[in-house]
C-alpha cells in the first residue's frame, strides 16, 4: 500500500467526510434494527399462533374434502365453489420418472443415445462457452482463439477502504 503525502487535501477531506458519514449510517441501521426486533417481537408470537391455527384448519378441511370428495364434487368435476370459498384437485401435467429397480436416469439417456430418432426427440445438447477455461488458459491458447474471434478484456477499477474505527 502507497502512503501518499500531505499534498491532497481535498482528497483527505472527501475521505474523512465519506468516513463520518459511514459511521453514521452504521449507527442509525444498528439503531433501526433495534426498534424493527422491538416490533416484530412484540407481533411474532401471535402471528405464530394464527398462522398454527390456519395450517391445521386446513389441513383438516383437506382431510375432509378427500374422505368426500365424490360427494363434494358434480359429475366428475375438478372443484367447487362452497361459501365464497373454491376447493379442488389440479393434475400437476405429469412427471417422467425412470421405471423402477436398476433405472437410473443415466441408464435411460444411454438408452434413448442407441437411437438417433429418440435422441433427437428426447436429448438436450446445449453448447456453451466455458470463459473461465478460456481465461485459465488464455496464455496457451491467445493465437487460436483471438484468430476465432475472441478477445481477453482486463479493467481496472478504483477502489476505496474507509478506516472507519474510531
Do not use: C
Not at 9 to 22: D, E, M, N, V, Y
Not at 35 to 43: C, I, T
Not at 102 to 114: N, S
Not at 129 to 140: P, Y
Amino acid at each position: 500500500m502507497i502512503h501518499t503525502p500531505a499534498p491532497h487535501a481535498p482528497l483527505l477531506t472527501l475521505l474523512a467526510t465519506a468516513k463520518q458519514a459511514t459511521i453514521l449510517v452504521r449507527s442509525i441501521t444498528a439503531e433501526m434494527d433495534a426498534e424493527v426486533a422491538v416490533v416484530k417481537a412484540k407481533y411474532e408470537a401471535q402471528i405464530s399462533n394464527r398462522q398454527t391455527e390456519a395450517d391445521n384448519a386446513l389441513k383438516a378441511a383437506t382431510d375432509y374434502a378427500a374422505e368426500h370428495r365424490e360427494a363434494l364434487l358434480i359429475k366428475g368435476g375438478k372443484s367447487v365453489e362452497l361459501n365464497g370459498h373454491t376447493l379442488g384437485w389440479r393434475d400437476n401435467g405429469g412427471a417422467i420418472k425412470v421405471a423402477g429397480k436398476g433405472i437410473t436416469e443415466k441408464k435411460l439417456l444411454q438408452r434413448l443415445l442407441r437411437s438417433s430418432r429418440l435422441t433427437r426427440l428426447f436429448v438436450r445438447t446445449k453448447p456453451s462457452l466455458d470463459k473461465e477455461a478460456m481465461l485459465t488458459r488464455w496464455d496457451q491458447f491467445k493465437r487460436q482463439l483471438t484468430a476465432m474471434g475472441a478477445r481477453r478484456v482486463v479493467t481496472e477499477s478504483f477502489f476505496v477502504e474507509l478506516d472507519v474505527t474510531e
